[in-house]
């Protein structure tokens, strides 16, 4: 991941937000991550096995806890983390989390375990 970024990165001053959707292969990536060069201000991060609901942050969820990351929403497929240079954006999850929710129980979507009747 590192070398992708020395590449693809190098002229920007700082990454404001990476999305990892790497089909089942997120500890990889953030094993291959040289956090002490870059920390992305958000990390999204797909969280389930490919097409399946079943969960997998716990595979890798505490390399980014290790290295400056606050867990700050989940929206069902992904998981949002912030680095804690960033904490300040942490309000931020709790609306759009909320806005998730509403559209989740609006269109009648699983949500959480919960069924509307």
Not at 4 to 32: C, W, Y
Not at 33 to 39: A, E, G, K, Q, V
Not at 75 to 97: C, M, T, W
Request: aromatic content about 12%; some cysteine.
């Amino acid at each position: 991941m590192s070398a992708v970024l020395a590449e693809h990165a190098s002229s920007k001053p700082e990454i404001t937000f990476l999305n990892v959707d790497v089909e089942g292969f997120e500890k990889q990536v953030f094993s291959s991550l040289d956090f002490t060069r870059y920390h992305p201000r958000v990390i999204m991060a797909e969280s389930t096995a490919p097409l399946t609901e079943v969960a997998t942050h716990q595979l890798w969820e505490s390399i980014l806890l290790r290295n400056g990351y606050i867990f700050a929403m989940d929206d069902g497929l992904n998981r949002y983390y912030v680095h804690r240079s960033q904490e300040s954006l942490l309000p931020k999850f709790i609306e759009a989390d909320f806005c998730v929710r509403r559209d989740k129980l609006e269109k009648r979507l699983h949500l959480d375990g919960f069924e509307p009747r």
